[in-house]
């Protein structure tokens, strides 16, 4: 064997696949992001801004691809102030279909741990609905959208798990966030923003477009099973209220539109949320609400 055949392998360039979901990024995001970066004063914070600026190129994009109707006004977006100061490396106060959601760019998340400025979830100028973590690769050009967090849940992880910030930054578990970004065009589509309450922002004023029952059917049918999505929540309802309700009473619940031989997700939910309020259970009624408005969309 010869020595230039020894080294062969050694010298071929790095190359890592493409996640199948990666979104790619045109020339004209880019050249944006970097004239946006350069808008700092802070030369520290530039590159966090150039990330983030091009995490939100490609949301919109990917949005715009996915969902065309959905209201998107970036006109608010913290990012876009200027000048850009260290409190607006995230993209906060971006507006789709009436809800508020943070964007935030990072080249990796490593050891399982989303790291986010402590201002977009403490200030109240900058608390959303949802935050997205999305993975930039500046060298292959893409953007890899990694889950989003509900407001809500972060409160509730908070109380039971609570994360202190570091140097202005919290690292959050990436287990807290849905893997399942179909899920959060779900929300976008069906939800209504007071459904997660900012309990920290006072109420303003936000654009939402009226989205049909086909777009609806349009947008998530293609990607999320919603009747195993439902049928799912369903289960999972009867599962954390089964403390409430005797085995009777939930027996009763679950069969529902069995007597009238109509079964649906919507039967169940409105047969459980009548025995939930006559026992009296008023955290519980208030969840299986939450996921019948979802039910009806």
Do not use: K
Request: glycine content about 6%; hydrophobic content about 40%; some cysteine.
């Amino acid at each position: 064997m010869s020595d230039e055949s020894m080294y062969t392998f050694d010298v071929l360039p790095e190359f890592e696949p493409l996640a199948p979901d990666a979104i790619a990024l045109n020339p004209e995001a880019i050249a944006s992001a970097l004239a946006l970066s350069q808008r700092s004063p802070q030369a520290e914070n530039q590159w966090q801004i150039y990330l983030t600026a091009l995490a939100l190129n490609g949301f919109e994009q990917w949005l715009g691809d996915r969902a065309s109707e959905l209201a998107f006004h970036r006109t608010h977006c913290t990012i876009l102030s200027s000048p850009a100061t260290d409190t607006t490396t995230a993209a906060c106060n971006l507006q789709v279909n009436g809800f508020r959601l943070c964007i935030f760019g990072t080249e990796r998340i490593f050891d399982g741990d989303v790291t986010i400025p402590q201002a977009a979830l403490d200030s109240p100028d900058c608390v959303a609905h949802f935050y997205v973590p999305i993975e930039v690769s500046e060298e292959q050009a893409h953007i890899l959208i990694r889950g989003f967090l509900r407001y809500d849940q972060w409160q509730q992880h908070q109380t039971h798990s609570p994360q202190r910030s570091v140097d202005g930054i919290y690292h959050l578990p990436m287990a807290w966030f849905e893997p399942d970004i179909n899920r959060l065009l779900l929300h976008l589509s069906c939800l209504e923003p007071a459904a997660i309450a900012l309990r920290h922002t006072a109420p303003t004023p936000l654009n939402r477009a009226a989205t049909s029952a086909p777009l609806r059917q349009l947008l998530v049918q293609p990607a999320v099973g919603v009747g195993r999505w439902l049928q799912q929540q369903w289960e999972d309802v009867t599962q954390d209220l089964s403390g409430f309700l005797t085995p009777l009473e939930l027996a009763g619940a679950m069969r529902g539109g069995q007597e009238t031989g109509v079964r649906s997700p919507n039967t169940d939910f409105a047969t459980l949320l009548t025995t939930l309020e006559r026992t009296g259970a008023g955290s519980a009624t208030e969840h299986a609400r939450n996921v019948s408005r979802l039910a009806v969309c």
